[in-house]
């Protein structure tokens, strides 16, 4: 789930190779951290959260096949 994560910030930014991803297991569910550089946060957020929130409303969709829950965490 992180690649796919991953793969998102990399598309919407303007310096991929500073996006970082790392996933930390939990008791109850599996934590994403995505780290980016300081410029790019607000591609990353969006106006009032809309992009940051389609990132996790994604991730839910998809963790749905795997039967886990992820929680995405922008640092």
Do not use: C, F, H, W
Not at 47 to 67: F, L, M, P, Y
Request: aromatic share 2%.
């Amino acid at each position: 789930m992180g690649d796919l994560v991953k793969y998102i910030a990399m598309n919407l930014v303007d310096k991929p190779e500073e996006v970082k991803v790392v996933e930390k297991e939990g008791d109850r569910a599996t934590i994403i951290e995505l780290t980016v550089a300081p410029d790019d946060m607000g591609k990353v957020i969006g106006k009032q959260g809309r992009i940051a929130k389609a990132i996790r409303t994604v991730v839910k969709a998809a963790s749905i096949r795997e039967d886990k829950k992820y929680i995405v965490e922008i640092v």
